[in-house]
């Protein structure tokens, strides 16, 4: 299965200092979409190396790949019809996580998501974003 960003194959390569990113999944069959964000990696942590007392933290690439969103009743539909009839779409690249909290919610805002639930599979719009979760990370 394919991500698509600006109209072309999204590629792993591409991610560059990205964290994540903002999509659009479209049921081909029926119309309906859902609006959701996804990390590229994802953090974990590992017992400290002999010697040290601190836990050493790990980035490793999610399944973003494979990743048809958290709906309960979209991945039924994807189940029941088969991946290959479902468009993926990326339309935000995010550097932090909390730009990928704002835009997500922006989508579903300006959308009605939840106004319209014979378009969209969304049912929860959330989030709590700090104007620093937008700043992007100094180097």
């Keep these: 299965m394919v991500w698509y960003y600006e109209g072309r194959e999204f590629k792993e390569s591409e991610i560059g200092e990205f964290k994540a990113f903002v999509y659009i999944i479209t049921n081909d069959v029926t119309g309906l979409q859902y609006i959701g ?16 007392r601190r836990k050493r933290v790990c980035y490793t690439s999610s399944d973003w790949m494979e990743y048809f969103g958290s709906n309960g009743r979209l991945l039924e539909d994807v189940q029941e019809l088969g991946e290959d009839r479902f468009t993926r779409t990326i339309l935000r690249l995010c550097y932090t996580l909390g730009e990928s909290s704002y835009w997500e919610a922006y989508h579903q805002l300006i959308n009605h998501v939840l106004l319209n639930p014979d378009k969209y599979y969304n049912n929860f719009v959330g989030c709590k974003i700090h104007s620093k979760h937008l700043t992007r990370p100094k180097k």
């Design 37 to 52: 964000k996804k990390r590229f990696r994802k953090k974990s942590t590992k017992p400290p190396l002999k010697g040290f």
